[in-house]
């Protein structure tokens, strides 16, 4: 059948175009095996008369299969049914466009003999192993002394002395906060106040190591660095209170 008219021509002709109108309640829903060269499938059949095609798969039966290979152009699709692969062909009547699926044919997944001469070159390595791992040179093992007993030793364990030292740190840390170490950053408290360009470019590459721990950094040090532009260094308050600011 290649138009659905066709199909409701064919139940109005067995059932009328009345009980045509909800057809589950009229149809004869059988269940028996219809049988194609090379292939015999048990399904539900609705039996009437439609003309061109002895039996009509639909897609019900289509969606049974999973995962086909479809070629509509040439009008064949491949699928596996009950552990085999088949290939279904359609057959062209040469005085009516009804195209009819009619052959069955297996096909064979025998092995070529390029890969079958693989198989045989590397045997050990795909057969079924039917033991332990053979014994080798170098054993993946950590060896233990004779006679010792297994290592029980809790994870992450630490001597006294670090245990108080950490509880200090962590008290240090609740009660003020996270700070830097006063003795890393008195280079730059210390830092006198800048003559020239290259005292000033110091304290700017000096500082801009902790320029990730200084919020608005950059907004900060503006004004210092405008002042290491060619002929620029003039010193005047808004630099001096970034200099101030940033020590």
Known sequence: LLYWEELVKALQ???????????????CNIRQTGSLPGLTITQDYYPFSIGGADLVFGIKWLASLNTIQANWKDMFIIFNWQGKRYKLQGVRSANSATTSLQVYNKISETPGNPIQMLLQEFQSVFNEPTSLPPFRAHSHA????????PPNIRPYR?????????????????????AVDPEKISAVVEWPLPKNVKELRGFLGLTGYYRRFVKNYGIIARPLTDLTKKDAFTWYSKAGEAFQHLK
Do not use: R
């Not at 109108?21 to 149809?27: I, T």
């Not at 740190?169 to 003020?176: F, H």
């Open 13 to 27: 002709e067995n059932f009328g175009p009345a009980e045509f109108q909800n057809p589950d309640e009229y149809l």
């Open 142 to 149: 950590i060896s233990l002394l004779p006679n010792s007993k």
């Open 158 to 178: 630490y001597p006294h002395a670090q245990k108080t030292e950490i509880e200090n740190q962590v008290a240090a840390l609740l009660e003020e906060g996270v």
